[in-house]
């Protein structure tokens, strides 16, 4: 499991920007396409909101990638 850590003072970072971020996206506009098709979950749970607020502790599931811890 591949660990995300905030910047200090950050509490939460949007689901598309940490999709962005860990390269299971190329570019921002396909990281609407690629929630839809159900592909991430958060926490276990299916997840289609990019704004989605991820937090410390929470674990994202990217299907066919490595799960990504937020530290």
């Known amino acids: ?12 970072i949007r689901l598309g920007q940490l999709l962005k971020l860990v390269d299971a996206v190329p570019t921002g506009a396909q990281v609407k396409d690629v929630l839809l098709t159900g592909a991430v979950r958060v926490n276990g749970e299916p997840e289609e909101r990019r704004g989605r607020q991820v937090r410390r502790g929470d674990v994202v599931q990217i299907e066919g990638q490595e799960d990504v811890r937020v530290g």
């Open 1 to 12: 499991m591949r660990t995300v850590e905030l910047r200090p003072g950050e509490e939460s």
